[in-house]
């Protein structure tokens, strides 16, 4: 799975839900789900690289691809079913989640992001090294999501 194939899910479920997404809210919740995937798997969810930008975690390829839209919604055509090419246990951790995330503004996403080691311990356009987020995420509970 690339970043790209998954933001296109995450944008059509994310309108399914009646939260429409922006790139910024998409840039936290990619990175969100790579630790959280990566917490539980022990393995990323996708290849791309995720930096350190102003605004917090960012993968570029995405942005770029999406960068049109600015601040504003993500419009595109909706995927069949979202999240189709996964397992349940799977499904159910990406949807877990990829709610809480849509639940937070994206400014207080990114405020979350700012103050975790990840992007702390990194500087601005450098690669956030996957092995940063796993252990990280393997120490932490940044969404709360097991409480």
């Not at 791309?48 to 605004?55: C, F, K, L, S, T």
């Not at 159910?92 to 709610?99: P, Q």
Request: one cysteine or more; proline letters at 7%; aromatic letters at 14%.
């Amino acid at each position: 799975m690339n970043a790209k194939q998954l933001s296109a899910d995450i944008i059509t479920y994310a309108a399914q839900c009646g939260f429409p997404v922006t790139n910024l809210k998409l840039q936290k919740t990619l990175y969100y789900l790579q630790g959280y995937y990566a917490k539980a798997y022990g393995e990323s969810l996708f290849s791309d690289e995720i930096e350190h930008w102003a605004y917090g975690p960012v993968v570029p390829s995405v942005y770029f691809e999406y960068c049109s839209f600015s601040a504003n919604a993500i419009l595109i055509p909706p995927s069949d079913q979202p999240f189709s090419c996964y397992g349940s246990d799977e499904k159910k951790l990406l949807i877990s989640v990829i709610d809480k995330c849509l639940s937070l503004t994206a400014r207080e996403l990114v405020g979350r992001t700012h103050r975790e080691s990840p992007w702390m311990n990194t500087q601005p356009s450098d690669v956030i090294p996957f092995n940063a987020i796993l252990h990280y995420f393997r120490d932490n509970d940044p969404l709360g999501l097991s409480a």
